[in-house]
């Protein structure tokens, strides 16, 4: 049976209420004035109320000390108790490769790898057989051209300096058909208005896919806090450096959760060969494996 209570300034008003709400079929179990009014308690066969019993809380399931120790965000701990580690980061994270055919801008706050990055994907074209344009937005920056120069004369690459977009629009559309464009950003905190402009400025004036480049072993807040913000200025993959040194993943993890897809990671220091695509199998792996 539902009980429910009407208040009305007259019992016509408050009977009108009762047909309304309950029909032609509810039974008035009572009628008493009350203060403005009238109260009628009516009821209604055949209907029962829900019974709302709050569920117990549920203790989240312990972690395994391996995965405990990265420190990740919640939601995907318990992901990767629900079963292969691999096969739960596949669902919950995107795994895909650098896009062709556009710019690789890499971008990302400062000492993130993004010149060392930039060498080892110019390193990886030309032992492909395709030499590629390799150009830095990063003149400010002391020994930041120099650096990534000396890579490209070990590849017999030339670098171009392109500190302004429109020195940028200029590198990267003088290349050839099919010839990649690997491009150094600059040191940015995308949470200072005038950086994020230039950066932004960049990305446009060149049609790049930015790249966020962060390193590994970040704390996860931290680490999603600026992939968000990378995300909002149009990055849409992730390249995490040093995931060979780092002890907690927590922090790729978290940055990867925003919606980039993880697409390469530095995984040494060597330009040649210290960069590797990225899958959940190895991602797993590395969360799992022992500390030591």
């Not at 596949?90 to 556009?102: I, K, M, S, T, Y």
């Not at 060597?270 to 590395?286: I, K």
Request: hydrophobic share 50%; with cysteine; aromatic share 2%.
């Amino acid at each position: 049976m539902r009980l429910r209570v009407f208040h009305a300034r007259t019992a016509s008003l408050a009977l009108e209420q009762v047909r309304d709400a309950l029909g032609e079929e509810a039974v008035v179990l009572s009628t008493r004035r009350v203060a403005g009014g009238v109260e009628v308690t009516a009821a209604q066969d055949g209907a029962e109320e829900p019974l709302l019993i709050p569920p117990e809380p549920v203790a989240p399931p312990a972690l395994p000390p391996a995965l405990a120790r990265h420190n990740l965000p919640p939601a995907l701990a318990l992901a990767l108790t629900m079963g292969d580690a691999g096969a739960r980061l596949a669902e919950v994270l995107r795994f895909e490769a650098l896009p062709e055919g556009r710019p690789w801008l890499l971008v990302g706050p400062p000492g993130a790898g993004k010149t060392l990055s930039c060498a080892k994907l110019a390193a990886r074209e030309a032992m492909r057989g395709r030499l590629p344009v390799v150009v830095t937005c990063d003149g400010a920056r002391a020994g930041a051209v120099e650096q990534l120069a000396a890579f490209t004369r070990l590849l017999r690459l030339t670098l171009a300096v392109a500190a302004t977009p429109e020195a940028l629009r200029k590198a990267v559309t003088g290349a050839e058909p099919g010839q990649a464009v690997v491009v150094d950003g600059f040191g940015c905190d995308p949470f200072e208005p005038v950086q994020a402009r230039r950066l932004h400025a960049l990305i446009a004036a060149s049609g790049a896919a930015p790249v966020l480049v962060l390193p590994a072993g970040l704390d996860a807040d931290e680490a999603a806090e600026q992939a968000r913000a990378f995300h909002a200025l149009g990055a849409r993959h992730l390249l995490p450096t040093r995931l060979d040194a780092a002890r907690r993943l927590g922090g790729v993890l978290a940055a990867a959760a925003t919606g980039l897809a993880l697409a390469e990671a530095g995984t040494g220091p060597g330009v040649a060969d210290g960069l590797s695509p990225l899958t959940a199998a190895e991602l797993a792996r590395r969360l799992l494996g022992s500390p030591a």
